[in-house]
């Protein structure tokens, strides 16, 4: 029990690291494989690391400009609104006082009105004693209608102390809306006076309201422009990890999908190209191609071989890039375009190779594939016939054992027949 127990253990232990081997190889092939895309990923980085820096200081100082400004802005409005409503006041009591002003004048237009028909009346009533005392002179009258004359002048009299007592009254009331008048026109003048000063602070108040606003709506700009350029900046971060991501992503998928055989051989000399600090730019569309294919150890070398040409030859157009920035000599850009060139030629030659090799792979382990099913379907018929005679055979046996035990049957009834008949 202690020996299986051992033996078992031992057998786990095969398995796992066997596991973590065929792991392990395969995270190697997956870096290798995703080292361009991690140093793309890093250049993009580093290169956003300044700008991001740069717009998150324009960013705070646009908020502390914007912060400022805004509090400018709400103590202009403050005092805006302070002048405005001195103004609507003021504006209120100059309306009040002229609907006063108003109302005396069309007060002194009635009285003024009433004071004429007054006089009319006093000179009509007067006119009427006039002719009447006239009349009361003439020789002709008689006593009765002396008396008569005398007493409508007596009412007459009357009548024109009454009006001349109401003219009074009236010429009274006129002087004193006269007097309310000039005192209202003193008032109205000093409200109006109030009232243009009031309107110059507001129209002075507004100006700077008008310029605190423009300022606030620059101030609002400037953090929105640089708001919008830091967003910008961390969608590319964003960006550039979702697509390492995703990149990151399909590349496992697609490694999972090799054997253990396709697996070491992409290792074999992808590793080569890691030592020699070549860093290949293979990415899942391309590896997609391999696995579909179901590239073999031949083909994977053709295949990783494309990409190793494409990296030494880009590594070469790179240096004399740099040559001719360093130098400004053309003809550096010039070698630089031939290496290129012979980087791409030099992938789609191998790549045409791989595909080729992977085509006659293909070829011989249908043919294999073929071999074996004759030989399976040649054995399955010396079985299906082996098994035939065996059950034939068997079927013969049966037959004669049966017929052995009829016969013994028939003879064993004839002589139980001939029995009875003695």
Do not use: C, R, W
Not at 39 to 62: C, F, G, K, R, Y
Not at 90 to 100: C, Q
Not at 368 to 383: C, L, T
Request: glycine share 2%; no cysteine; aromatic share 4%.
């Amino acid at each position: 029990m202690i020996i299986h127990n051992k033996i078992l253990i031992v057998g786990l232990f095969a398995l796992t690291l066997s596991v973590f081997t065929l792991k392990a190889n395969a995270a190697s092939f997956e870096e290798i494989i995703l080292l361009d895309d991690q140093v793309e990923l890093n250049e993009t980085l580093t290169s956003l690391e300044a700008p991001i820096i740069e717009s998150q200081i324009n960013v705070d100082s646009a908020t502390s400009n914007y912060d400022g400004v805004k509090v400018n802005y709400d103590s202009t409005l403050d005092a805006y609104t302070t002048d405005q409503s001195i103004f609507n006041s003021i504006n209120n009591e100059y309306d009040e006082a002229v609907t006063s002003l108003n109302t005396l004048s069309d007060s002194y237009t009635t009285i003024s009105s009433d004071i004429t028909s007054s006089q009319e009346a006093i000179s009509a009533t007067q006119a009427a004693i006039n002719i009447t005392e006239n009349n009361l002179q003439s020789v002709s009258l008689t006593e009765d209608q002396k008396n008569l004359l005398q007493l409508e002048i007596n009412q007459l009299e009357n009548s024109l102390a009454d009006l001349q007592s109401t003219e009074s009254n009236l010429i009274d009331s006129l002087e004193s809306i006269q007097s309310q008048i000039t005192e209202q026109d003193s008032v109205l003048v000093s409200i109006q006076n109030e009232l243009t000063d009031a309107q110059s602070k507001l129209e002075i108040s507004e100006a700077g309201l008008n310029a605190e606003t423009a300022n606030l709506s620059a101030a609002e700009t400037l953090l929105t422009n640089a708001s919008n350029e830091l967003n910008s900046l961390y969608n590319e971060v964003d960006l550039a990890n979702n697509k390492y991501s995703t990149e990151s992503e399909q590349i496992k998928q697609l490694v999972a999908q090799l054997s253990d055989e396709q697996l070491d051989a992409f290792n074999k000399f992808l590793n080569d190209t890691d030592k020699k600090g070549l860093v290949i730019q293979m990415d899942a569309s391309d590896l997609l191609v391999a696995v579909e294919g179901n590239y073999q150890k031949n083909a994977i070398n053709q295949f990783t071989k494309a990409f190793e040409q494409e990296a030494k030859f880009l590594n070469k157009a790179e240096l004399f890039t740099n040559k001719a920035g360093e130098i400004d000599n053309a003809k550096f850009l010039v070698k630089a375009q031939k290496f290129t060139n012979k980087a791409a030629s030099e992938k789609a030659k191998f790549l045409a190779k791989a595909a080729k090799k992977a085509s006659k792979e293909a070829a011989k382990v249908a043919k294999k594939a073929s071999k074996e099913a004759v030989k399976v379907a040649k054995k399955a018929s010396k079985e299906a016939a082996k098994v035939a005679k065996k059950a034939s055979k068997e079927a013969a046996k049966v037959a004669k054992k049966a017929s052995k035990e009829a016969a013994k049957a028939a003879k064993k009834a004839a002589k139980e027949a001939s029995k009875g008949k003695s």
